[in-house]
């Protein structure tokens, strides 16, 4: 960040998309290491839009696909930038128990969180 520690500067969210970053998540008792990276918006996957007739469970398994999509993107994207780190995969992350996958997306979105909120309020 810049000189003043809480305001971004559009060339560091921009060098955010190029950074791995690690995330750290406890779960029952050990530490789980993994790292990501944000994605410039050419990154994001593509899924088809949920049509407006949709019943609320559909919506929200269309909501559900398209977090994993992006998060999977995300792991992806760093598994390829640093293959040293590489903890998950498009290939395990199915077979992760699924409280430890909810902990790691709510990590990486927090992460963007942060970042949204500093380049808002800054």
Same mark, same amino acid.
């Given at each position: 960040m810049t000189e003043d520690a809480n305001v971004w500067t559009i060339e560091e969210l921009v060098k955010l998309?190029?950074?791995?970053?690690?995330?750290?998540? $406890?779960?029952?008792?050990?530490?789980?290491?993994? /790292?990501?990276?944000?994605?410039?918006?050419k990154e994001e996957p593509n899924l088809k839009a949920i049509p407006e007739t949709a019943s609320d469970?559909?919506? /929200?398994?269309?909501?559900?696909?398209?977090? $994993?999509?992006?998060?999977?993107?995300?792991?992806?994207?760093?598994?390829?930038?640093?293959?040293?780190?590489i903890t998950l995969t498009d290939e395990n992350w199915a077979t992760v128990p699924v409280t430890l996958r909810y902990q790691i997306t709510s990590e990486i979105l927090s992460y963007q969180q942060e970042v949204t909120e500093n380049f808002i309020t800054g």
């Open positions: 998309t190029d950074q791995v970053q690690t995330g750290k998540v $406890t779960y029952r008792g050990k530490d789980f290491h993994f /790292q990501f990276c944000e994605l410039a918006e469970q559909e919506k /929200q398994d269309w909501a559900t696909e398209a977090g $994993t999509e992006r998060i999977l993107a995300m792991i992806k994207k760093a598994n390829d930038k640093n293959p040293d780190g």
